[in-house]
């Protein structure tokens, strides 16, 4: 059997050298849980720093005064059908696998929305050190492609499965965080010139997300919501990792999408399920243990499947 060429290789190991890279803030958080430095408790804390200070400075740094083509408006509409195709399909599993009511709304939640914020902006950044547009990209399909559905739909499918009555104000809560807003905001400010002390500002603020972020979802890990049952697993393992993003990859193609926005939005849909899903899933008690533990699952498997996907994409 021939060796692979020298490029497929270094290719390889530059993919697993940046990806473990940021892996290894998020061990640092859960080492620093168990080593007692840090509590799970101070996980809010941090992501109340992400979310209402450096992920909006971070949002706006990364699309002010960046170039906003059609494809990158395209990119999040894809993310976001891929997903509702995905839900369904996790709804059509649930009954065919008989899983209890809570349960289905469960797998319906970790397998149509992924972690494309706190996981998904570093993994960018480490693979496309180089290119603002995917970073621009990947703000745009985090925010217009996973966290409108998942803070609106996702949260109608938690209470509706957990037969709990929908809260107006929780599924428009995220509305009053300002991560939205900077995104829009720096969209419409992108011809307008800003003052450099303030953008350089918002930047330095921004670059502190990635590992805040990391951190953050180290803490959140814990190997007590490993109870989870096997098949269920491993079919919104199979749903989330492996058909959001070959649905993405075939919507992509039907636009004429291509280049750096293709491979981002791909490699965001690959993401593992969200961590806000067991804060959604938790609050409304539709089965908050096994999205915990396929959090849990799905984030560590990540480490594997995610150089896979660059891999492929390259």
């Known amino acids: 059997m021939l060796l692979p060429p020298a490029f497929v290789i270094l290719f390889v190991v530059s993919v697993l050298s940046t990806v473990s890279a940021v892996f290894l803030l998020l061990f640092a958080g859960y080492g620093a ?11 809010a ?14 949002a706006f740094s990364a699309l002010y005064g960046k170039p906003l083509t059609l494809q990158m408006v395209g990119a999040p509409m894809v993310v976001f059908t ?16 008989h899983l209890d009511r809570k349960t289905t709304g469960a797998i ?11 996981l998904g902006y570093p993994v960018t950044m480490a693979a496309f050190p180089k290119s603002g547009q995917a970073i621009a990209t990947a703000v745009m399909c985090d925010q217009f492609g996973m966290a409108l559905p998942l803070y609106s739909i996702g949260v109608v499918v938690a209470a509706s499965f957990a037969a709990a009555k929908t809260n107006r104000a929780q599924i428009l809560e995220f509305m009053k965080a300002p991560l939205l807003p900077a995104t829009i905001i ?6 307008v010139h800003l003052p450099q002390p303030l953008v350089t500002s918002l930047t330095i603020l921004g670059q502190a997300t990635v590992p805040l972020a990391m951190l953050s979802l180290g803490l959140s890990l814990s190997k007590s919501s490993l109870k989870t049952a096997t098949v269920p697993f491993t079919v919104a393992m199979v749903l989330k990792m492996a058909a959001v993003p070959i649905i993405a990859l075939l919507g992509l193609k039907l636009l004429g999408i291509n280049g750096v926005v293709r491979d981002v939005t791909v490699l965001e849909s690959s993401m593992p399920a969200a961590v806000m899903t067991g804060v959604i899933a938790g609050r409304y008690n539709t089965n908050g243990a096994f999205v915990s533990g396929v959090i849990f699952l799905m984030t560590l498997a990540s480490i594997v499947t995610i150089p896979v996907i660059l891999m492929l994409l390259g």
């Open 108 to 118: 319906m939640l970790v397998s149509a929305f992924g972690n494309t914020g706190f």
């Open 33 to 43: 849980r168990k080593l007692g430095v840090l509590k799970s408790s101070d996980a």
């Open 45 to 58: 804390v941090v992501n109340s720093i992400v979310i209402n200070l450096t992920g909006p400075a971070f």
């Open 82 to 97: 891929s997903s509702l195709l995905v839900m369904g399909l996790a709804y059509i599993a649930g009954i065919l696998l």
């Open 186 to 191: 720096a969209i419409l400010l992108k011809p």
